[in-house]
């Protein structure tokens, strides 16, 4: 029970820092090393600025920023579903837990990584 109070505490002070600073103007929150590196947009570029502009009730320019975390978002909360009720609905997490579903979801994040950088 510690552990998911604590891990609320943190969720709710991360939202509330990314609520009142916008990652595009702040030196507060790190920069890509990747894009600053390479000049190309890894899967995960924009993913600050997109929780920012979804915590102002922004979607499409969040959506901008980074459609596939946009789009992930739903998916990230059916797994964390599936682990909290792992010994309840056993099945469920087999389903989510499938392999063939951990390689989708890599499959469609490095074509992500290509699409935005073509």
């Known amino acids: 029970m510690r552990k998911i109070i604590w891990g609320a505490i943190l969720l709710l002070l991360a939202a509330y820092i990314y609520y009142s600073y916008d990652p595009s103007h702040s030196e507060l929150f790190p920069k890509c090393p990747f894009f600053s ?11 600050q600025r997109a929780l920012h502009q979804l915590l102002h009730g922004d979607i499409v320019a969040a959506f901008r920023f980074n459609a596939l975390m946009v789009c992930a978002i739903p998916a990230v909360l059916i797994m964390l579903i599936a682990e909290w009720k792992r010994t309840r609905w ?24 290509i699409a935005r950088n073509i």
Do not use: D, E, M
């Open 37 to 47: 590196l390479t000049g190309w947009k890894c899967p995960g570029c924009g993913s």
């Open 90 to 113: 056993p099945h469920f997490y087999a389903t989510v837990n499938h392999p063939w579903v951990i390689r989708t979801v890599a499959v469609l994040a490095v074509v992500w990584w």
